[in-house]
């Protein structure tokens, strides 16, 4: 079960990279032309957020499981001390639970901004870069490649 939900993790965030990066990129677009947005941006901005709220869950669920985090816990002033331990018991779920808010917060914005048949603002094009960085900055490298 647990190398399932690992490979699954570690293939669904390839999705959730892609995903947050189109939505940071058409947002910024939609930036810059000033135009009322369109259904296509709720589409775009929808389908980022769902992208990340799975992999937050599959990302839970893989934590649950986790006997590495376990140990982690049992042994905290220890894993602490050590940056791959730290990176995967704390820093990782952290960061990701706060990408899964700020890419939540910029869907609200352009549904309200959808509504309003108004161009998107600064606020969500930051916040899907936010989610991309942090997303990005925060994935256990050495693990996702080996």
Known sequence: MYNFVRHLHSGWAYGVVLLTLVGFAYFLVQFFRKNPLSGTARKVALLSMTAVHIQFLIGLIL??????????????????????????????????????????????????????????????????????LIILGRIPWAQWFS
Request: positive net charge.
């Open 63 to 132: 934590y649950a499981l986790s006997t590495v985090v376990r140990s982690a816990f049992q042994h905290f002033g220890a894993a602490m001390k050590d940056r791959e331990l730290r990176l995967i018991a704390v820093e990782h779920p952290l960061a990701m639970l706060t990408a899964a808010v700020f890419v939540t917060i910029a869907y609200r914005i352009v549904k309200k901004k959808i509504q309003r048949s108004k161009p998107v603002g600064m606020g969500a094009v930051v916040l899907f870069l936010l989610t991309f």
